[in-house]
């Protein structure tokens, strides 16, 4: 199969501080990576579109510099909240294809809380 | 752009009766159609998926079926249990924005003993 893995699956932080969230195409090469946003009772929402070796892509309203993507190589991408906030409380979800237009694979997500 | 209209929840139905759960999309092109399932606490799982019109797609007693003509892809199960109450979310990949996938808006699903 294919396995994305996520993690760390929940984590609490302080106001100000950053977070970084890895996420792990465990049995394939992922070309492209997504990164999701669910609020509560909510869709989820594309926040940006990463592709191994090139920035990444970020969808309108998303600000970059808070929400740094890094996709360093073809197993893994890694989200960073900067200077956190608590509205940055959300759930974050990844997904991984083999390229662009395949089936992407989702990770179990990760339980952001600021405090 | 391309987009996704599900049905609202939440959706309360007792053990072994029948579900739909409707789903109708816009998008230029011929997407790929899927149906996710989020239990709680968890990320998300395909459930099932078509790729072009009059597919059905099948899993664990659920299917849907690609219906090019009136752009649905709406979910059903003959008798649904309790295990089965999550949040359900379709979805369409769209290739002329990258292949990334397009969600609705997702519909509960609470079953009943």
């Known amino acids: 199969g294919a396995v994305v893995s996520q993690h760390p699956s929940r984590v609490i932080c302080k106001s100000g501080t950053s977070v970084k969230i890895e996420c792990r195409s465990l049995?394939?090469?992922?070309?492209?990576m997504f990164w999701y946003r669910q609020f509560p009772k909510q869709s989820l929402m594309l926040m940006a579109t990463s592709n191994e070796g090139s920035k990444a892509t970020y969808e309108q309203g998303v600000e970059k510099d808070k929400f740094l993507i890094n996709h360093a190589s073809l197993t893994l991408s890694t989200l960073t909240v900067t200077s956190a906030h608590p509205e940055d409380s959300s759930f974050y979800i990844c997904s991984a294809a083999r390229d662009t237009n395949t089936e992407a694979f989702f990770g179990q997500g990760t339980r952001l809380t600021v405090v | 752009g391309d987009s996704v209209t599900q049905m609202e929840g939440p959706v309360t139905l007792s053990e072994e009766a029948f579900l739909t759960i409707n789903c109708t999309y816009t998008a230029t092109g011929y997407p790929s159609l899927f149906w996710y399932v989020q239990y709680p606490g968890e990320g998300l799982q395909l459930l099932l998926k078509a790729t072009k019109a009059d597919d059905k797609g099948s899993n664990k007693g659920f299917e849907a079926t690609y219906r090019k003509e009136t752009t649905s892809f709406h979910l059903e199960k003959g008798s649904v249990q309790v295990s089965d109450s999550a949040v359900y979310f379709c979805a369409l990949v769209s290739y002329n924005q990258g292949g990334k996938l397009i969600f609705g808006q997702g519909t509960e699903l609470s079953v009943k003993p």
């Open positions: 049995d394939f090469q992922a070309t492209t």
